[in-house]
């Protein structure tokens, strides 16, 4: 500020002498202004969304696991950040500290050593993850207002964590407790305006390893029938990978001030943001895929965690879509895409326990998986700050997805061959189990566009899944000792969806861009299947969703308005 009435004064004593004194022979003329180079020292603080996914590793005492061992758990967290900067020329240095709230709950197998052996489900649950960093970076860009930075500090994670021994056992074991541990970082970070900033962040946890008690339980001995097993200890050791998009307010800055205020202009800017443009594209995805269903034991949820049985795909699939983004009047956007594709490669695991005969657990494998995908998202939004060359809002929508599943073939990786599900290998040119999935959710999130110079552009996107309504349809079409091979499945959760793009633009109107891609969603309140048709009281069956992976587009952008 004290730059800009400095300029402006030197201008009016100029201007005034100059025609006060027109017989001097010429005057020179005034040097451009100066570009600004934005400085970022100071406090500030914020807010963030995004996701994380955690990974749990549990070791078993007895030996290397046959299948399972290690739960993921994706999340989306929401938080604030609080920190200041110190910047000597383009470096910039800074310590930092965030807190967020965090809604994972995943489960896996876990202690599979032998089929012989009633193994259990370890579910992991994430309620919060804070920070406490120091970040290093480099200004570039236009003024120096593009920060790029590493951090690198202290993480703590507060979680729940249960072992239970599987059906019909009711052992098990828990532990509730914090975790400290290490992390590390990088981030982009662009000013948007004098007090207004926001940033796209990676961060990687480690957590360490840890004891945890494991539950008694039973094996089979051919010779002495049931045998107990006793309590032992398991190793655990975690991981955690979060994104975050986020949004900074400089302390003391001027919320209302734009970059452009700043520079020496005869008249009012005219570097207003453009409205009604419209954008369009199309998309190519190649993706990965898991879907987990986790039958329990009883009707009770309290006991959801004992299981009977588990079926988990995990495939591949290439998509295409369309998309588009629509910026109106008064700061308002509209957005959204749709597109299809089908499964190109995949697999299926199916696990029992003291099922088929009273096999302690029975684990086979149908390859391939086959089927399609088809999905859509519409959303409405909000600019908090819109200029040239970049855009920040909110916005609430709607996200369908529906994923079809059809597993050929089957065999015995796990269980006493003769008298196993699979005993006999079902070639993988007989259809075996279909699995129809349709996902409705709710979306609450951030959307942030910034033109990083030299016509690229980075775009983010962070939306948290408040309320998701899963409906399902299970056929397992070989069974011939039920009536009924349907078991409808149906249950509500949550969960959160990330996107990431980076494009160049060609010309005002065409680009071509790369992404990334992270959906995650679990239904696990009020999750019940009938199975095989019969009338409740319902069997517990939580339900998982993941699918990402990377994509390609080009767009074309529309003559706008000013």
Known sequence: ??????????????????????????????????????????????????????????????GPGIYGGSVRSPAALAGIQLGYNLQRAHWVFGVEADISAVNANGTNTCLASSGAFISANCRVRQDALATLTGR?????????????????????????????????????????????????????????????????????????????ATPDSYRWDAVGGWVPTPQGSSRVSQDLHAVKLGLN?????????????????????DDRAPIGEVEI???????????????????????????????????DAASGELFGRID??????????????????????????IANDGIPYSNTLSDPVKGSIAYATLDAG????????????????????REAKAAYGCVQNAGPLASAACGSPIPNSVLAI??????????????????????????ADAAYLPYVKFFGEDNHVLRRDVSNTLSPERATGQGVQ???ILSYQFSNAFSLGAGARYWAMWATTDAYTNIFGTACPCQTLPVRTERYGTFLQAAYKFDSLK
């Open 1 to 62: 500020m004290r730059r800009l009435v400095v300029t402006s004064t030197a201008v009016f004593v100029v201007t005034a002498g100059a025609a006060a004194a027109a017989d001097m022979p010429r005057l020179s003329r005034l040097p451009p202004a100066a570009p600004v180079i934005w400085n970022w020292t100071g406090p500030y603080w914020g807010v963030h969304v995004g996701g994380s996914f955690g990974s749990s590793n549990f070791d078993d005492s007895a």
């Open 136 to 212: 290093a970076g480099f200004a570039a860009g236009p003024g120096g207002r593009t920060l790029l930075y590493a951090k690198g500090g202290a993480a703590f994670l507060a979680e729940r964590i249960d072992i239970a021994a599987n059906s019909p056992l009711e052992s098990a074991t828990d532990a509730t407790a914090g975790r400290f541990g290490w992390t590390a970082g990088a981030g982009i970070e662009t000013a948007l305006a004098p007090a207004w900033s926001v940033k796209l962040e990676y961060n990687y946890a480690n957590f360490g390893s840890r004891d945890m």
């Open 249 to 269: 307010l400089k302390l003391g800055g001027d919320t209302e001030a734009r970059f452009e205020d700043y520079h020496l202009r005869g008249s009012q800017s």
């Open 281 to 315: 594209g199309g998309r190519v995805w190649y993706s990965a895929g898991r879907f987990q269903k986790d039958l329990g034991n009883s009707s009770d949820p309290g006991h959801q965690n004992v299981l009977i049985s588990r079926l988990t795909y995990q495939s």
């Open 328 to 353: 109106g009047p008064h700061d308002l956007f509209l957005k959204g895409f749709a597109g299809g594709g089908k499964l190109v490669s995949g697999r299926m695991n199916d696990e029992d326990w």
């Open 382 to 401: 909000y600019d908090l700050l819109r200029g040239p060359g970049y855009k920040f809002g909110g916005f609430v929508g709607y996200n369908y997805y």
């Open 434 to 459: 279909t699995e129809n999935d349709t996902w409705h959710s709710l979306r609450v999130g951030l959307n942030g566009e910034v033109a990083l110079g030299r016509g690229v552009k980075l775009s």
């Open 498 to 500: 990330l996107e990431a």
